[in-house]
Nanobody, 124 residues
């Protein structure tokens, strides 16, 4: 079992920045990748970014590329999502998820464990 807890969400003005954290516990040695997904009101959950848990490969959705940066601190079992140049359309609940399989994935069905999410609201 893996437990994930997100933090760092909040209210920010357009153009501002936030850093989300995803703290993992439990069988963290079995995690292959961690992804960030987001779900806006009335919309389906969508992929934002992912990172190999023990490597440096990163993956981004086109909508966040160049503005968001995913990183990890294995000593702290924490994955971060640095979000810059935020836009009102980035408003959503952000979830981190852990994948145990040996491929970095961008579909939510490919992830095995999920946190409860943290709300990000960007005002115009």
């Amino acid at each position: 079992q893996v437990q994930l807890v997100e933090s760092g969400g909040g209210l920010v003005q357009a153009g501002g920045s936030l850093r989300l954290s995803c703290a993992a516990s439990g069988r963290t040695s079995s995690i292959y990748a961690v992804g960030w997904f987001r779900q806006a009101p009335g919309k389906e959950r969508e992929f934002a970014a992912a990172i190999r848990y023990s490597g440096t490969r990163t993956y981004y959705a086109d909508s966040v590329k160049g503005r968001f940066t995913i990183s990890r601190d294995n000593a702290r079992n924490t994955v971060y999502l640095q979000m810059n140049s935020l836009k009102p359309e980035d408003t959503a609940k952000y979830y981190c998820a852990a994948r145990m399989g040996l491929v970095v994935a961008t579909k939510e069905d490919d992830y095995d464990y999920w946190g409860r999410g943290t709300q990000v609201t960007v005002s115009s």
